[in-house]
Nanobody, 128 residues
């Protein structure tokens, strides 16, 4: 069975940095595009970033230049390095294997597709 688990969420000051991890079991991560989504309080879950099977990376406009997505196949993990954090980055962050390519997610405006596999989420709070 497929299992995705996020970790690394924390309380951080504006301008600070944080690295989130997504570990996977039940699948070979190199065979799948992996996405990060987040859900802010009172808002819809929305896409943040995606890394393709050939390690092309994609980001929603609001995090470009601040966040970096990467893979470590040996550790069965995908990371989201977050820098220059803002209050509006406060959210629960989820990783997912979705039935859609990174290119399509980006082209379609980061709309969450039906299905796929999701982790339980990790809380990121940006506050003074």
């Amino acid at each position: 069975q497929v299992q995705l688990v996020e970790s690394g969420g924390d309380l951080v000051q504006p301008g600070g940095s944080l690295r989130l991890s997504c570990t996977a079991s039940g699948l070979l991560m190199e065979d799948y595009a992996i996405s990060w989504f987040h859900r802010a309080p009172g808002k819809e879950r929305e896409g943040v970033s995606c890394i393709s099977t050939v390690n092309d990376t994609y980001y929603v406009d609001s995090v470009k230049g601040r966040f970096t997505i990467s893979r470590d196949i040996a550790k069965h993990a995908v990371y989201l390095q977050m820098s220059s954090l803002k209050f509006e980055d406060t959210a629960v962050y989820f990783c997912a294997v979705l039935p859609q390519s990174c290119w399509a997610l980006n082209r379609g405006g980061w709309v969450e597709p039906s299905g796929g596999y999701w982790g339980q989420g990790t809380q990121v709070t940006v506050s003074t």
